[in-house]
């Protein structure tokens, strides 16, 4: 169970607007050391396995500061799949 | 005209959905254990890794870790079991309306209508295996058949992550050869019987005497005699997704016999604990309460059950052990010792059936102890099962074990 892993779990604060027909777009993550990001494209959804932390959600394909990176919505939570090992 | 049924089992199911939920346990061997915290439990499940070692469901942990030292033992969450089953329901139901659960990680589906929009069976099995395997990240092996007793054979036959389709034209060559014990429905029992017989493979079961089978084993033999040569129409009955469970039960074989009242009182109460979190979890209410007494007389090992209706249908661990320790006082006369003590929670009904109220019965009272029983389970799900306890069960009570007792049943087939 020691090996180094690559990815963690992050839970994340994010800002939502929510269409009339109830369409979910995603608008900011806030990450756990406070830092705001933008989301600057919502490229795809579906549902998927989170394979690099574990776990599964409606996952959503968004672009920030020009990369592409997957968040995930799993029963009303939101997480990314974060770099690195700390607070493990 | 033909039918095309699937048979969709997810593997492994418990241990699966562990490793899918915390990637760091993947390749190592693990298992899910009951009642870990207490070192005293049982394996409910295990991965392929664990099944290496010869890692047996039921066995005591202390048994498994002598086997196999780096097993990593989980304890069971059964939330997220019942999360996933749903999830995977909800695929399913793309597909067809007509599924029948068994179990929580069993299904069969009649897709015979909609082959024409998704393609034929082998086509349907793929894309689900694959589907679930990319949403939920777990796998399942499915079985495509005629009928539900083929289908269910053909899951069986390639695990895990895979499809075998048993064709009507040549399910002889497929199956026949396999040991008769593979079929749905032959049991320990019948197997043994089939084989003192020489009926050892499905095709041998297939071509007995009738008279035989009829006159040895009755209408199941007929049943199964039918099975074997592709003759099962049983339908796949949808239900409403709750989990297909009819009783809720543990049961335990104590460390010494037990002696007195006192002493089956905690023993009923440490079983009932486990009971209402499961009826929590299936979101079930019991309408009565069964219980099993084994004891040994004449050096032999003897049995009594009772049963009684409880006032108000609850999912209260402190009312149903009230309830089952009165049924216990008022049945059982202590001619013997007792070796082992089963409660189960019977007649299941959903929680969110409306509740006919009696007039003689407090419903308030029963509803206080269940919102009392919900902080507790708070408790526990944030400090652990022993977090809080009853008094009289942080002493020694001569209990050995968890053991997990859910009763599974086919509909319109077997029993
Ligand atoms: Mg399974």
């Known amino acids: 169970m020691n090996q180094p892993q690559q990815f963690r779990k992050v839970y994340v604060e994010v800002q939502l607007t929510v269409s009339p027909e109830g369409d979910v777009r995603p608008n900011t993550i806030k990450f756990e050391d406070g830092t705001v990001y933008a989301i600057d494209r919502l490229r795809h959804r579906c549902r998927a396995h989170a394979t690099k932390v574990g776990g599964t959600g409606v996952r959503y394909t968004v672009v920030i500061r020009g990369q592409e990176t997957y968040l995930f919505e799993d029963d009303g939570k939101w997480f990314v799949e974060a770099r690195g090992n700390v607070g493990c | ?415």
């Not at chain 2, 039921?58 to 079991?81: D, M, S, T």
């Not at chain 2, 899951?155 to 050869?177: M, Y």
Request: charge should be neutral; proline fraction near 4%; include cysteine.
């Open chain 2, 1 to 415: 005209m033909d039918r095309t049924i699937l048979h969709c089992d997810m593997n492994n199911f418990y241990a699966s959905v562990e490793c899918m939920l915390n990637p760091k346990l993947k390749g190592h061997p693990v298992a899910v254990g009951g009642d870990v915290e207490n070192r005293h439990g049982i394996i409910l499940a295990k991965n392929y890794e664990a099944k290496k070692f010869g890692i047996q469901t039921g066995e005591a942990l202390w048994q498994a870790k002598q086997k196999c030292r780096n097993l990593i033992i989980v304890p069971p969450h059964y939330e997220e079991y019942l999360k996933y089953s749903r999830l995977a329901h909800s695929i399913y139901e793309d597909y067809t309306d007509l599924i029948e659960p068994y179990g929580m990680d069993e299904v069969w589906l009649d897709i015979t209508g909609s082959t024409k929009l998704f393609g034929n069976g082998e086509k349907v099995a793929n894309e689900l295996r694959e589907r679930i395997k990319f949403e939920l990240g777990l796998t399942i092996s499915v079985g495509v058949s005629f009928c539900k007793v083929f289908a269910k054979l053909g899951s069986d036959l390639k695990k895990p992550d895979a499809v075998t389709v048993i064709p009507k034209d040549s399910f002889r060559e497929v199956i026949w050869n396999l040991p008769a014990s593979d079929l749905l429905g032959v049991g320990r029992s019948t197997d043994k019987f089939l084989s003192s017989h020489g009926i050892h493979t499905i095709g041998e079961l297939a071509n007995a005497y009738p008279d035989l089978i009829q006159r040895k084993l009755g209408k199941n033999g007929m049943m199964l005699l039918a099975f074997a040569n592709g003759k099962d129409r049983s339908r796949v009955a949808p239900q409403d997704y709750e989990p297909p469970m009819k009783s809720v039960g543990h049961g335990i074989t104590t460390v010494q016999d037990l002696e007195n009242n006192a002493e089956v009182w905690n023993i009923i109460l440490a079983l009932t604990q486990d009971i209402g979190h499961k009826l929590r979890v299936y979101n079930k209410n019991a309408a009565g309460v069964a219980i099993y007494i084994r004891y040994i007389q004449d050096k032999q090992l003897g049995g009594k059950q009772w049963q009684c209706q409880l006032p108000v249908r609850t999912h209260s661990a402190a009312i149903i052990a009230r309830e089952a320790y009165q049924l216990f006082e008022r049945s059982y006369r202590w001619e013997f010792p007792i070796r082992s003590v089963t409660v189960r929670a019977i007649n299941l009904c959903s929680q969110d059936l409306p509740e006919q109220l009696q007039f003689f019965s407090d419903a308030a009272a029963v509803e206080r102890k269940e919102k009392l029983e919900t902080v507790i389970e708070e408790i526990r799900g944030r400090f652990g099962k022993y977090a809080i306890q009853p008094a009289c069960l942080c002493q020694d009570i001569k209990m050995p074990t968890d053991r997990e007792v859910e009763l599974r049943m086919p509909t319109g087939m077997i029993g």
